[in-house]
């Protein structure tokens, strides 16, 4: 995200590179022999192609950064968790903050493990949520 913050933020822009190459090739074509003329037309093309591509890459990275933005991460239904573990329905509030820990639910499933007194380990826990497609 932040880099993408920092993209929108270059200068000088696509459109404004391309507006001085137009200046630069207007002032400077009059003054140049007949070849010189045929040669910066056909480079002016040519940039003004560049300048048109790299605009309409830009407006792709906008859309994917916007696309993935706009992801959500669906929440794990701790009912279906509490029966593939095998957790009492009692302790489903527990499972599902364990659950809602992020990147530490192997450490807060392991607590849980302790607490419940159950034969197995946080790392088991995810792996049988995974067979059953829940992470």
Do not use: C
């Not at 940039?47 to 830009?58: Q, S």
């Not at 669906?74 to 329905?89: G, M, N, W």
């Not at 849980?112 to 380990?121: A, F, G, I, P």
């Amino acid at each position: 995200q932040r880099r993408n913050e920092e993209r929108t933020g270059w200068t000088p822009t696509a459109a404004d590179v391309n507006k001085k190459l137009i200046e630069f090739f207007a002032k400077g074509e009059p003054k140049l022999s007949e070849d010189l003329r045929d040669q910066a037309t056909r480079d002016r093309v040519k940039f003004h192609k560049i300048g048109t591509e790299i605009a309409d890459i830009h407006k792709k990275i906008d859309g994917f950064f916007a696309a993935t933005k706009a992801l959500k991460i669906k929440p794990i239904d701790a009912k279906r968790a509490a029966s593939v573990l095998d957790i009492p329905p009692s302790h489903q509030a527990k499972l599902q903050k364990a659950l809602d820990a992020g990147a530490s639910m192997e450490r807060a499933l392991d607590a849980l493990v302790k607490e419940l007194k159950l034969k197995t380990s946080g790392s088991e826990m995810i792996n049988k949520l995974r067979k059953a497609k829940l992470v």
